[in-house]
């Protein structure tokens, strides 16, 4: 799943970029997660906006996709959080360390369309997203 932190105030959203192993390289993403099987997508979808930004907010769920025919059988939800605030009940795992980056949808669509924002489920996350909120 992924969140899309959503500042009113100012028209940012909130990005972070974190170290792929895989890829071996540092990656421009919005929270993300997997929500296991039986799982409650929004309910995970809190913990991960909280345990990544150190934020909480009300979640609206935007869209749903299937990410991967013939690979994964999972769906892979999307919301939209606004009236973030900071949260104490932040848990961030060892291994994670994000820069944190807010930027406009001007300049998340220049991310997209530039590359620097390349993996899928980031790039579906933020169409729901712009959908939903009329960009």
């Given at each position: 799943m992924a969140i899309i932190p959503f500042f009113e105030e100012s028209g940012k959203f909130l990005l972070q970029k974190q170290y792929r192993y895989l890829f071996k390289k540092e990656s421009l993403e919005f929270p993300a997660g997997w929500v296991p099987l039986g799982g409650d997508p929004e309910k995970m979808a809190h913990n991960e906006l909280i345990e990544e930004t150190g934020y909480d907010g009300d979640l609206t769920p935007v869209g749903k996709f299937k990410p991967a025919y013939g690979l994964f059988d999972g769906e892979y939800f999307v919301f939209v959080a606004k009236n973030l605030r900071r949260s104490d009940a932040r848990k961030k795992e060892d291994t994670e360390e994000f820069e944190k980056y807010l930027l406009t949808a001007?300049?998340?669509?220049?991310?997209?369309?530039?590359?620097?924002i390349d993996e899928s489920n980031m790039v579906a996350a933020w169409v729901f997203a712009k959908r939903y909120l009329g960009l």
């Open positions: 001007a300049e998340v669509d220049e991310k997209v369309f530039g590359g620097q």
